[in-house]
Antibody
């Protein structure tokens, strides 16, 4: 059964780079129709799509974050990663990695990690 | 303020039917399919409805989705206490080239 799991530091200093990794187990990221996605949720607030990447490296980013975001896919380790530069307190959130399936029947985030809390503070 | 507008709260009693609306525009809901996610307290979101009305395996048929024009709705019939959660709609926006989430609706079972 395929699972995804986030990992990374829980505390990042303002102006530094937030770096998270999502490990995919029980299946390969090297699959057509899958886009590997990051979503975040500030405390007490709603969901915000950060961006998605295919196994081949094609990326889609939230326009509001595009200037600060880089996503990468690592087929050799079956992981994908998120880098968010120049963070501020407004980037404090639970960060989820997820699988986006795009087929005739499903075009949605059908598998989510448990989420990891990242706090931006000095 | 989210581009996809949802009521911040909804409520119902056990056994009742409740609906949650999601309003957008021609660039998102009007031209693309809508997904609904359920987020139980303290947990990750879970896909509830995809492509407007399709239920993934394991989702009870008490949950149903519909779309008309630039609006979509999630209906929950036979409301149960375990349905108490936050519900989010989502759709791709062709103008922004981005996935959008609604602001979320907190459902309370009275």
């Amino acid at each position: 059964q395929l699972q995804v799991q986030e990992s990374g530091p829980g505390l990042v200093k303002p102006s530094e780079t937030l770096s998270l990794t999502c490990t995919v187990s029980g299946g390969s990221i090297d699959t057509n129709n899958y886009y590997w996605t990051w979503v975040r949720q500030p405390p007490g607030k709603g969901l915000e799509w950060i961006g998605s990447i295919s196994y081949s490296g094609r990326t889609y980013y939230n326009p509001s974050l595009r200037s600060r975001v880089t996503q990468s896919a690592h087929t050799s380790t079956n992981q994908f990663s998120l880098n968010l530069r120049s963070v501020t307190a407004a980037d404090t959130a639970v960060y989820y990695c997820a699988r986006h399936v795009d087929t005739a029947m499903v075009d949605a985030l059908d598998l989510w990690g448990q989420g990891t809390m990242v706090t931006v503070s000095s | 303020q989210s581009v996809l507008a949802q009521p911040p709260s909804a409520s119902g009693t056990p056994g009742q039917r409740v609906t949650i609306s999601c309003s957008g525009s021609s660039s998102n809901i009007g031209g693309n399919t809508v997904n609904w996610y359920q987020q139980l307290p303290g947990t990750a979101p879970k896909l509830l409805i995809c492509r407007n009305k399709q239920r993934p395996s394991g989702v009870p048929d008490r949950f149903s989705g519909s779309k008309s024009g630039t609006s979509a709705s999630l209906a929950i019939s036979g409301l149960q206490s375990e349905d108490e959660a936050d519900y989010y709609c989502a759709a791709w926006d062709d103008s922004l080239n981005a996935w959008l989430f609604g602001g979320g609706t907190k459902l309370t079972v009275l």
